[in-house]
């Protein structure tokens, strides 16, 4: 499953919610910024596959909880498209129990529905650009409940993954789950922002993982 290359234009955006005011209000939010377009709305998790399909937008912003198909549901059958789009899901808890399924589910991070413009903004730029976005309270309650379940053998899984990859690509790894980007790994290896995407593409190649943020996942089991 290949990711859809950004050509650093124009970001696209799918909107995926129920409630036509939290479409009206994050459309609003995207299109302040001039260099993100939104492409289509739809108010349905079944309607998100073909709204991609149609519309080949470059990010999606799904709405966790969703009547009929919801946003886990919905963020798989995404992500199993050719060239799928990166997914963010969108939810109004900072401690859902859905979290974790919806990273692992091939979600490229979480944004809180309350969260600033500048934040929605930001995290649409970041993962566009390939990079993750998860709200920092989602994101303690996500380590937190990794953590909680490095025991045993999911932990023991997620040594031997690692164990195939090069020194330098668990090394990348390490630092995608610290929560750097990839530019910040560059100066930190001394490295061309390139290689690093290099690495990183070699590294969810290896595995068998969609994103950055599986691959953060994987390294926290490990440990």
Known sequence: MGARLYDGGVTRVLLVDDDPLVRTGLRMILQSAPEIEVAAEASDGSEAVPAVQAHRPDVVLMDLRMPGLDGIAATAAVRRLPE??????????????????????????????????REIVDGVRAVAGGDAVLAPRVARFVVSHVASSRAGEEAFTARH??????????????????????????????????????????????????????VALLVERAR
Do not use: C, W
């Open 161 to 214: 993954a690692l164990a195939l990859l090069t020194e330098r690509e668990r090394d990348i790894a390490g630092l995608v789950a610290e929560g750097l980007s990839n530019a910040e790994i560059a100066q930190r290896v001394y490295v061309s922002e390139a290689t690093v995407k290099t690495h990183l593409g070699r590294v969810m190649t290896k595995l068998g993982l969609a994103n950055r943020v599986q």
């Open 84 to 117: 799928p789009p990166a997914v963010v899901v969108l939810t109004s808890f900072d401690a859902d129990e859905n979290v974790l399924r919806a990273l692992e589910a091939g979600a490229s991070g979480f944004l809180l529905k309350d969260a600033a413009p």
